[in-house]
């Protein structure tokens, strides 16, 4: 049987639609552990390449016959050996193009909402690491808002919707991946805002993000309000677009809120996070449709694999939104957070302009799940 490639788009779909499937994951256990390819339906083996050197003889009565079957690995060609032995043994089996490099790095435009005013608005799905970034479009312009280090999937998707991007933004400034922002607004001429409070050790010019700015896009009314939400960082800041759709960043999330320790603040910036949480969320209209920069798990993705609530919802389910009890918050806030990601403090110096690492030590320092949420 020939072994096909399959690709990280093609295994998102899988994802999303909740099909049925096999995963074959040959690293190391650790880093299986660690983080691995999420699917509700998925069902998992991890057996270590090294151990399979010798042939998959003792494996075989562990492979399914009715689902698909794929090999995973870090880059790919260890996958690939494995699976060849499979299909020589009676398997249909596929290899992940890329391996988890390209998980990682994979992102899946997916349409939020038409706007008001005939704009759109879009959610790039970054599969393998939780991070959610945003197109903005309206009367052929677009602004992006937490772009990820992959600029040529933004430039490409923004050509072919006809719009250019005038305007890219970071809602903070992040640690647990790069951020393309800068790149993108150098590429296209487009403005980059930026909080001036996240900004005090930056190497580069940028427009301050404040409180009260509003952003026009396209000929249209589809204000970019930004509203001063620190806690995840000092400067982290939310929009509100169209008076419909709440940004969030790193604040807020469907299933937990964000942790505040990433600059080693966290006892500072506690105090913070649940004004933002507690006060100024509170002020707004529960109708807004939050839009996270991350999710944590695979359950928060929608039917549609888009990952959106509303916040009257979230006030009533979300744990972090319902610790009435300031001490306990800032226990749960301060004494439950995750390891650090992967090269957090190389991810700040990168994302200040402080260090220019090339593609390959970028693309190491990424590798791993997000963590940016209180668990």
């Known amino acids: 049987m020939t072994v096909k490639a399959m690709s990280a788009k093609e295994v998102t779909k899988k994802v999303i639609n909740k099909e049925s499937f096999f995963i074959l994951d040959v690293r190391n256990e650790s880093d299986f552990a660690d983080w691995k390819i999420e699917g509700e339906n998925f069902e998992y083996l991890n057996i270590p390449y090294f151990d399979l050197l010798d042939?998959?003889?003792?494996?075989?009565?562990?492979?399914?016959?009715?689902?698909?079957?794929?090999?995973?690995?870090?880059?790919?060609?260890?996958?690939?050996m494995v699976a060849d032995m499979l299909s020589e043994a009676g398997l249909e089996v596929s290899y992940l193009k890329g391996g988890m490099k390209t998980w990682s790095e994979h992102l899946e435009p997916l349409k939020v909402a038409d706007l008001?005013?005939?704009?759109?608005?879009?959610?790039?799905?970054?599969?393998?690491?939780?991070?959610?970034?945003?197109?903005?479009?309206?009367?052929?312009?677009?602004?992006?808002?937490?772009?990820?280090?992959?600029?040529?999937v933004y430039l490409d998707f923004a050509k072919e919707i006809g719009a250019n991007i005038t305007h890219v933004f970071d809602t903070h400034l992040h640690a647990d991946?790069?951020?393309?922002?800068?790149?993108?607004?150098?590429?296209?001429?487009?403005?980059?805002?930026?909080?001036?409070?996240?900004?005090?050790?930056?190497?580069?010019?940028?427009?301050?993000l404040e409180d009260g700015n509003d952003v026009v896009i396209g000929n249209t009314t589809i204000n970019i309000h930004a509203l001063y939400s620190p806690g995840h960082t000092i400067g982290s800041t939310s929009f509100v677009v169209d008076k419909a759709f709440l940004l969030s960043g790193d604040i807020l999330f469907i299933d937990s809120i964000g942790r505040p320790d990433l600059a080693g603040m966290a006892e500072d910036w506690v105090g913070d996070l649940r004004e933002t949480l507690y006060k100024r969320y509170r002020e707004l209209s529960e109708e807004l449709t939050v839009l996270p920069a991350h999710f944590m798990i695979i359950d928060e993705l929608n039917e549609d694999g888009t990952v959106a609530e509303k916040l009257g919802t979230l006030f009533a389910k979300n744990h972090g939104l319902n610790i009435e009890?300031?001490?306990?918050?800032?226990?749960?806030?301060t004494?439950?957070?995750?390891?650090?990601?992967?090269?957090?403090?190389?991810?700040?110096?990168?994302?200040?302009?402080k260090i220019n690492p090339d593609e390959d030590k970028q693309r190491e320092m990424e590798i791993g799940p997000n963590r940016c949420a209180v668990r």
């Not at 009890?325 to 806030?333: A, C």
């Open 55 to 80: 042939g998959v003889e003792e494996i075989m009565d562990k492979m399914p016959r009715d689902k698909e079957i794929l090999v995973v690995c870090a880059k790919e060609g260890s996958s690939i």
């Open 116 to 152: 008001k005013d005939g704009g759109e608005l879009y959610q790039f799905v970054r599969i393998g690491k939780g991070c959610l970034s945003y197109m903005i479009v309206s009367s052929g312009e677009a602004a992006l808002v937490d772009a990820t280090r992959m600029t040529n």
């Open 177 to 208: 991946h790069i951020s393309g922002g800068r790149k993108i607004a150098e590429a296209t001429n487009a403005t980059y805002w930026l909080p001036p409070k996240d900004a005090t050790e930056v190497t580069f010019e940028y427009s301050a």
């Open 325 to 333: 009890d300031e001490n306990e918050f800032r226990k749960l806030v």
């Open 335 to 353: 004494e439950n957070l995750p390891p650090q990601p992967n090269a957090y403090q190389e991810i700040r110096e990168l994302n200040m302009g």
